[in-house]
Protein backbone atom coordinates (compact mmCIF):
# COMPACT_ATOMS: atom_id res chain seq x y z
CA UNK A 1 0.00 0.00 0.00
CA UNK A 2 1.18 3.47 -1.04
CA UNK A 3 0.09 6.70 -0.29
CA UNK A 4 1.82 9.86 -1.87
CA UNK A 5 0.89 13.38 -0.19
CA UNK A 6 1.49 16.63 -2.71
CA UNK A 7 0.41 20.17 -2.54
CA UNK A 8 1.85 21.51 -0.45
CA UNK A 9 3.83 24.86 0.10
CA UNK A 10 4.75 28.24 0.97
CA UNK A 11 1.48 30.29 1.55
CA UNK A 12 0.32 33.89 3.25
CA UNK A 13 -1.52 34.12 6.12
CA UNK A 14 -5.27 34.07 4.89
CA UNK A 15 -4.33 32.05 1.55
CA UNK A 16 -5.40 28.75 0.60
CA UNK A 17 -3.68 25.28 -0.76
CA UNK A 18 -5.01 21.97 -1.37
CA UNK A 19 -3.58 18.84 -0.33
CA UNK A 20 -3.95 15.65 -2.88
CA UNK A 21 -2.93 12.15 -1.68
CA UNK A 22 -3.13 9.49 -4.24
CA UNK A 23 -3.85 6.07 -2.36
CA UNK A 24 -2.67 2.64 -4.14
CA UNK A 25 -2.56 -0.30 -3.43
CA UNK A 26 -5.36 -1.23 -1.21
CA UNK A 27 -7.39 -4.50 -1.72
CA UNK A 28 -10.05 -3.93 0.70
CA UNK A 29 -13.18 -1.87 0.19
CA UNK A 30 -13.91 0.59 2.97
CA UNK A 31 -11.76 2.14 5.27
CA UNK A 32 -11.05 5.66 6.95
CA UNK A 33 -9.23 8.35 5.26
CA UNK A 34 -7.36 11.04 7.28
CA UNK A 35 -5.19 13.79 7.13
CA UNK A 36 -2.74 14.35 10.47
CA UNK A 37 -0.34 17.12 10.72
CA UNK A 38 2.73 17.51 12.87
CA UNK A 39 4.62 20.75 13.79
CA UNK A 40 8.35 21.44 14.79
CA UNK A 41 8.47 20.08 18.56
CA UNK A 42 4.88 19.02 18.40
CA UNK A 43 2.61 15.79 18.30
CA UNK A 44 0.98 14.57 15.52
CA UNK A 45 -2.44 15.84 15.51
CA UNK A 46 -5.63 15.25 13.78
CA UNK A 47 -7.19 17.78 11.42
CA UNK A 48 -9.77 15.96 9.01
CA UNK A 49 -11.05 12.60 8.40
CA UNK A 50 -13.53 10.49 6.22
CA UNK A 51 -14.92 7.43 8.46
CA UNK A 52 -15.73 4.13 6.71
CA UNK A 53 -19.28 5.60 6.30
CA UNK A 54 -18.11 8.57 4.31
CA UNK A 55 -19.24 10.76 7.31
CA UNK A 56 -16.50 13.60 7.67
CA UNK A 57 -15.13 14.66 10.80
CA UNK A 58 -13.13 17.77 11.86
CA UNK A 59 -11.68 19.07 15.35
CA UNK A 60 -13.22 21.88 16.30
CA UNK A 61 -9.92 24.43 16.53
CA UNK A 62 -10.53 24.88 12.81
CA UNK A 63 -13.52 26.65 13.15
CA UNK A 64 -14.24 25.34 9.44
CA UNK A 65 -11.56 26.53 8.03
CA UNK A 66 -10.24 22.85 6.27
CA UNK A 67 -12.45 20.73 4.48
CA UNK A 68 -11.73 16.73 3.44
CA UNK A 69 -12.89 15.01 0.79
CA UNK A 70 -12.12 11.88 -1.35
CA UNK A 71 -12.83 10.88 -4.82
CA UNK A 72 -16.10 8.06 -5.27
CA UNK A 73 -13.21 5.07 -6.03
CA UNK A 74 -11.64 6.01 -2.56
CA UNK A 75 -8.11 6.60 -4.09
CA UNK A 76 -7.48 10.48 -3.61
CA UNK A 77 -7.88 12.44 -0.97
CA UNK A 78 -8.16 16.28 -0.80
CA UNK A 79 -7.83 18.80 2.03
CA UNK A 80 -8.77 21.96 1.11
CA UNK A 81 -7.28 24.72 3.54
CA UNK A 82 -8.79 28.16 3.38
CA UNK A 83 -7.92 31.40 5.61
CA UNK A 84 -4.61 29.85 6.52
CA UNK A 85 -2.84 31.40 10.10
CA UNK A 86 0.75 30.82 10.78
CA UNK A 87 -0.01 28.06 13.12
CA UNK A 88 -0.94 25.85 10.48
CA UNK A 89 2.48 25.41 9.51
CA UNK A 90 3.41 21.97 9.47
CA UNK A 91 4.12 18.67 7.79
CA UNK A 92 0.36 16.97 6.81
CA UNK A 93 0.23 13.63 6.42
CA UNK A 94 -2.65 11.35 4.49
CA UNK A 95 -3.46 8.15 6.84
CA UNK A 96 -5.63 4.82 5.78
CA UNK A 97 -7.10 2.68 7.97
CA UNK A 98 -8.55 -0.47 7.06
CA UNK A 99 -9.52 -1.37 10.99
CA UNK A 100 -11.35 1.44 12.99
CA UNK A 101 -14.91 2.99 11.46
CA UNK A 102 -12.28 6.55 11.68
CA UNK A 103 -10.89 7.81 14.87
CA UNK A 104 -8.68 11.06 15.63
CA UNK A 105 -5.97 8.94 16.80
CA UNK A 106 -2.63 8.17 14.75
CA UNK A 107 -2.87 4.38 16.20
CA UNK A 108 -6.21 4.01 14.03
CA UNK A 109 -4.35 4.14 10.87
CA UNK A 110 -1.84 1.79 9.71
CA UNK A 111 -0.95 3.42 6.11
CA UNK A 112 1.11 6.90 5.87
CA UNK A 113 1.68 8.82 3.12
CA UNK A 114 5.47 10.79 3.86
CA UNK A 115 4.29 13.99 4.52
CA UNK A 116 4.43 17.33 2.41
CA UNK A 117 5.37 20.73 4.10
CA UNK A 118 2.99 23.59 4.86
CA UNK A 119 4.30 26.62 5.84
CA UNK A 120 2.26 29.71 6.58
CA UNK A 121 4.22 33.43 6.90
CA UNK A 122 2.55 36.42 8.74
Known amino acids: VQLQASGGGLAEAGGSLRLSCAVS????????MAWFRQGAGSEREFVAG???????HYPDFLEGRFTISRDNAGKTLYLQMNNLKPVDTAVYYC?????????????????WGQGTQVTVSS
Open 50 to 56: VKRNHMT
Open 25 to 32: GLTVKTYA
Open 95 to 111: AVGTYSIGTVYPSGYEY
